[in-house]
């Protein structure tokens, strides 16, 4: 059932700035009339902003914020110096129990950082990862990390796997989602030490998932598991090529039907099938990587996108904050822990 629940945002982070932001409450505040928002950002920009859009100032609160975080700054340096930005006070606002969920479309790192700072980590967790949901031919699939951690150890790597399935089990409706580690092959000597390591924690792990062993990069589009373990290096790399294939498939079929008149007339032909695919390929449909391990649920946009992305995104941080997936990850992990005790003292 849904609830009455309010969105932290930060408007001034992003690329295009404020007035995607604005536009995407005017789609969102149709798909959610019961959400609240706090816009959080120079109020001599947004207000202007608003007011042209009458409809939206019952459901939004502006908290004036003059500062903002460059998206060439430093983590370091916005964490020092970032007190009065709109990116600071979106957090700060969940964390006072203001509002329930954060989301920003500005410096990744700094966003991280500040909601490291403000939120704190679940017990047990050391790190926290980005999460982005992928189309596949079976639906969709959860893959972390997606950029948060370069370098990962066995013990995150199965810490992700933790954060995914519950993840899975909250967002996507599976009861006990299959796992995968992302490896260079699927035979068990294949991969690093880690990886390895990670693969024999998981395999004795008494978890609400089924445990699929390691996976490859052409099994993440075939959807062969629900949930798509990796580290941030490996795990922003996919991401950002399939990203880039997506984009060049489309321009290469538009450029296809545009060549003759026999191509025009088929792409009339199958209008409809070529506007189902593109917008299956559309990284704005599935836009917003999700912090998971934190206390609080935040939520990252893509800096470049567009007013349709940014709802996308906000369409997930609702889903996030009604699925209650913190709880369930602070419970699973507490079960890891309880595991890895059992088997230590054997």
């Not at 810490?159 to 996507?172: C, H, Q, T, Y």
């Not at 490896?183 to 008494?206: C, F, M, P, T, Y």
């Not at 490859?216 to 090529?241: Q, R």
Request: a neutral charge; proline letters at 3%; one cysteine or more.
């Amino acid at each position: 059932m849904s609830r009455d629940l309010t969105v932290s945002i930060d408007a001034m982070g992003g690329d295009a700035g404020p007035g995607i932001v604005v536009t995407a409450l005017a789609r969102s505040i149709i798909r959610h009339p019961a959400v609240k928002f706090l816009v959080h950002g120079d109020e001599a920009v947004l207000k202007p902003l608003f007011d042209k859009r009458p409809k939206l100032l019952p459901r939004i609160e502006i908290r004036h914020s003059a500062e903002r975080v460059r998206m060439e700054e430093k983590p370091s340096q916005a964490l020092r110096r970032g007190r009065n930005t709109s990116m600071w006070r979106a957090i700060e606002s969940v964390a006072k129990k203001e509002a329930e969920v954060a989301i920003s479309a500005g410096n990744t790192g700094a966003l991280m950082a500040m909601s490291m700072y403000q939120l704190g980590l679940i017990d047990g967790l050391d790190r926290p990862a980005i999460a982005a949901l992928w189309p596949t031919k079976r639906g969709q699939s959860v893959v972390l990390d997606v950029g948060a951690n370069i370098q990962c150890d066995a013990q995150q790597l199965v810490d992700f796997a933790v954060m995914g399935e519950a993840f899975a089990r909250s967002i996507l409706g599976l009861e006990r989602p299959t796992v995968g580690l992302l490896n260079v092959g699927s035979e068990d000597q294949k991969g690093g030490e880690e990886v390895r390591a990670a693969a024999h924690i998981l395999r004795g792990a008494k978890l609400p998932m089924e445990y699929a062993g390691f996976v490859e990069g052409d099994d993440i589009a075939e959807g062969t598991v629900d949930v798509i373990v990796t580290d941030g290096f490996t795990g922003n790399i996919a991401l950002k090529t399939a990203e880039g294939t997506a984009k060049v498939l489309v321009y290469f079929l538009r450029t296809a039907l545009r060549r003759s008149l026999l191509g025009q007339i088929g792409g009339f032909i199958a209008a409809g099938a070529l506007g189902t695919l593109r917008r299956k390929l559309d990284p704005r449909a599935s836009n917003g990587g999700i912090f998971l391990g934190l206390n609080a649920v935040v939520v990252k946009s893509h800096g470049g996108t567009d007013a349709m992305g940014f709802a996308s995104a906000l369409d997930m941080a609702i889903d996030m904050a009604r699925a209650d997936v913190i709880p369930k990850i602070a419970a699973d992990r507490a079960i890891l822990a309880a595991s890895n005790a059992g088997a230590a003292a054997q």
